[in-house]
């Protein structure tokens, strides 16, 4: 028995990290967790759908949601805003289902204070050797971007001390399993099967 309230797991991790593969595979274990849908102001691009890769806002109704207090974060990168509806992550969660917001560090301090509820975890890669050669292996990108990345990557890592749990992304399925197990975990913590322990009193107490 545990309490049917749907719970908020927010991933970061530097770009090289394999945060990607990990959000997908936990996505494909569990048909109760659900990814959840940024919105941006960019435009489409070339078979990107509406609602369902990104919620493609215009400008002025991005920052009306910001002045209605309808993102739980947000960010300008690139001349563009980023953020998470809110309303759409609450409903999932009020109606029992778990919630991935894939984000960066910054929109993930944001959540942090909106949502003392959310549980941030922080994938680290194994080392910064290893992330380097993930990044070059990608080939997507020249080795002046790859350098700058892994400056940022350094920077970000500073952060993981702020998030609720850090694990080590050394292989995808040990990676997975651990999330896993802490995902459990937080169903159980006793703040959350207050609900629980509540109506099994009332139900000793009526009868």
């Known amino acids: 028995m545990r309490n049917k309230q749907g719970l908020l797991y927010v991933l970061s991790g530097p770009s ?17 967790i659900f ?12 078979g990107e759908v509406h609602g369902q890769h990104y919620y493609f806002l215009s400008k002025e109704q991005f920052e009306e949601q910001i ?16 953020g998470t509806p ?23 301090l944001q959540i942090k204070k909106k949502c003392p509820e ?32 892994l400056s940022k990557s350094t920077e970000e ?11 080590v992304n050394d292989t995808v399925l040990e990676t997975v399993n ?4 802490i995902m459990e975990a937080e169903k159980f913590r006793s703040k959350r099967m207050l609900p629980v322990i509540d109506d099994i009193l009332t139900t000793k107490e009526t009868k």
């Open 67 to 82: 002045a209605a207090d309808g993102m739980l974060e947000h960010a300008n990168y690139c001349g563009n805003y980023y």
């Open 157 to 167: 890592m500073q952060y993981a001390k702020e998030y609720d749990y850090t694990v």
């Open 118 to 149: 959310a549980v941030l975890i922080f994938i680290l890669p194994p080392s910064l050797e290893e992330l380097s050669r993930r990044l070059i292996d990608r080939n997507t990108e020249d080795m002046d971007t790859v350098y700058k990345r």
């Open 35 to 46: 990814l959840s849908v940024s919105a941006t102001t960019r435009s489409p691009r070339s």
């Open 178 to 181: 651990q999330i896993v197990s």
């Open 86 to 108: 809110k309303e759409a992550v609450m409903k999932m969660c009020r109606d029992g289902k778990d919630v991935i917001l894939e984000i960066e560090v910054q929109g993930a």
């Open 16 to 32: 090289g990290c394999g945060k990607g593969t990990v959000v997908r595979e936990l996505l494909d274990r569990n048909e109760n």
